[in-house]
């Protein structure tokens, strides 16, 4: 399918590569479909771009690849509500965002998607362990961008 981006134009996007939260994400209830595009072959980050507003996109990443202890407990409704019984079968997003030379992720409100059928949902976690500022990677390092583990 093409989309229209306003940071790349039109790009095809494969069926097998949109995602659909059916309550929005927080702020943006009335954007439910995204097309998760990748950045780089080998890269950690994506851009999830809403279908319907080109100019609304976030670029997200697996937590974990920056921190290894991210674990988060998902309440059996909000399972269900991605038509899951248990976390198999799922994969959890974090928004990113740059603040100054620091890539930081919200790790209070990730995403949590169903793999086989793309639909997902924010959670608002009340663990206050991570916060929605938690910092990956500093990209002012004279040896280059590493990643920062809590």
């Known amino acids: 399918m093409m989309i229209e981006t306003s940071r790349f134009g039109g790009i095809e996007v494969d069926d097998q590569r949109f995602l659909n939260f059916p309550r929005g994400l ?8 995204y097309a998760l595009i990748q950045t780089g072959e080998n890269s950690a980050f994506y851009w999830m771009q809403a279908v319907h507003r080109p100019e609304l996109a976030f ?9 290894p202890d991210y674990r988060i407990a998902i309440k059996a ?5 991605i038509g899951l ?6 994969q959890v ?5 740059k ?18 059928t793309r639909v997902g ?6 663990d206050k362990k991570f916060s929605t500022r938690h910092e990956l990677m500093d990209l002012g390092r004279s040896s280059g961008a590493s ?3 809590a």
């Open 99 to 116: 603040v100054d030379n620091r890539l930081t992720g919200n790790l209070q409100g990730p995403l949590v998607v169903n793999v086989a």
């Open 93 to 97: 997003f974090a928004i990113v965002n």
């Open 147 to 149: 990643a920062r583990t």
């Open 26 to 33: 927080l702020g943006f209830p009335d954007d439910r479909e």
């Open 77 to 81: 409704e909000d399972l269900a509500q």
């Open 59 to 67: 670029v997200v990443c697996d937590p974990r690849m920056f921190v």
């Open 85 to 90: 019984s248990d976390t198999q079968g799922s």
């Open 121 to 126: 949902k924010q959670l608002v976690l009340s």
